[in-house]
């Protein structure tokens, strides 16, 4: 049941040209260079320290790298992320 | 995202956060819609954040899920402004007090200005806006407007023919155009009009007054020619005299023209010279060496910028220097009479007045001796011999003072 609407999905994609995160449950990620970022689409904070965030996705996990992050502000489905990034790296479940 | 004003307008604090679990609660913070931001880890277990006050005590059972503790570092926002104002009662009463005061001192009139007045006194015009109820220091709101201050101020100068009365702040203009008289016609002592030479009249005129004598009559000086008498043996009266009166005068004019004469003649060799002006100081820059003439006339020109009244002390001069030279002159006997004439005719309209008139010019007697032309010549002008003369003679103020222009 739950790949035959995987599959539906991705021919809504391919079929109707839907962005992918609206249909599929990835993160949208937008950055302004090194200094600020916006993701949307988590589904909660794992890890949070000076260097590092972890945040939780549908199917994986987000981890940014970098020195003196800050959230600027965060809502259920939303961070803005503050600081110098140096890495962004998804962590996909098998 | 953030609304600014919400935060501080609603109150908001930033508190830092002991605990393991610090993710764990903003996870669940987030879940429960409470508004948090600038979230930062200072330490593995300390983390700080701020929040809204309303959310800070829905915060509380959160807290006790996830077992940390907070501490409140900062308030900002106005409850927080509101509860410490109220312990400084004094000083913002101070504060309104302050502004209260400078507000009811604005509804004062402070200052009068009275503006386009040349003949009446300033302080007459004060004086009337005082009891019109307009002084420094009178308050607006009891006053009368403008327009009722206006009329009455200028019913109590009656000099003036409009008055503006414009507030301004805690300023009173009072603008005032002043009643321009009208010319008073000027009233003549009776006079006769008299001959000033001796002369025969050329042509009278009488404006006013009875004429005494007639074209071609000779008089004398102060012979009446116009009397201010007027009127018959039984109705007389006295009107000032005015006229025209042109006599034909007779002059005789002596001229001695010297036959050889010395005079200065230019060469038409000149020298240029540059001068600096610094204070009461000048240097000449050129030229070097100056040539000095036996006889030279000098000109001479001065630039110095200047504004205004000042100017500046440095400037620029220069000299021209001509050259001038001894030449003689001889001339026959028809030119020194020619040149005598010339003299002689400007000697007269001299003396005779402006509009004088020569009717007639002739040459006398001309004698030469010793190198010199002796000459005398004849002139009959017609000019004017009018004359003012009062007719109350026991005070004579004013003789000739009213001349016979006035009309």
Known sequence: MRKWSRRLRRIAIGVLDLPQDVVIEVPRVTMIGHLQMYIENHRGVLQFTEHELRLLLTNGQLLVKGDKLVIRAILKEEVLLEGRISGVTFIQNA | MRNVVKEWSEGHVTVTVRGKRFERLINLAVREGLTIWNITRKEPDLGQCEMMIADFHRLRPLLKETGCRVHVENRNG??????????????????????????????????????????????????????????????????DNPQVLQQRIKLDIPKASYVAVEIIGTKAIIQVVEKVEGEKPIIQDSKHIVAKKKAVIHSIFAETGKTMVKVDQYVEPGQVLISGIIGNDQRQALVPANGKVEGEVWYRSEVIVPLIQNRLVYTGEKQKRHYLLAGSNVLR???????????????????????????????????????????????????????????????????????????????????????????????????????????????????????????
């Open chain 2, 78 to 143: 106005l409850p927080f402004l509101l509860l410490r104002m109220r312990a400084r009662a004094g000083f913002v009463m101070g504060i309104f007090l302050f502004l209260i005061g400078l507000y009811m001192l604005s509804t004062f009139v402070w200052q009068i200005e009275v503006q386009g007045t040349q003949n009446i006194p300033p302080q007459t015009v004060l004086r009337a806006a005082g009891k019109a109820g307009l002084q420094a220091g009178s308050w607006k709101w009891r006053m």
């Open chain 2, 285 to 407: 820059i050129w030229p070097f060496e100056t040539i000095t003439y036996k006889h030279e006339k000098k000109t001479e020109k001065r630039y110095q910028p200047s504004f205004f009244d000042f100017s500046l002390p440095i400037g620029w001069k220069m000299e021209i220097d001509r050259e001038l030279e001894p030449q003689i002159v001889r001339m026959t006997e028809q030119e020194a009479i020619e040149v005598a004439k010339r003299f002689a005719r400007k000697d007269i309209l001299k003396q005779a007045g402006e509009d004088a008139k020569i009717k007639e010019e002739k040459v006398l007697h001309v004698k030469q001796e010793n190198g010199k032309v002796y000459i005398s010549i004849y002139y009959s002008v017609i000019e004017n011999i009018a004359m003012d003369q009062p007719i109350i003679p026991q005070v004579p103020k004013q003789e000739a003072g009213q001349s016979n222009q006035n009309n």
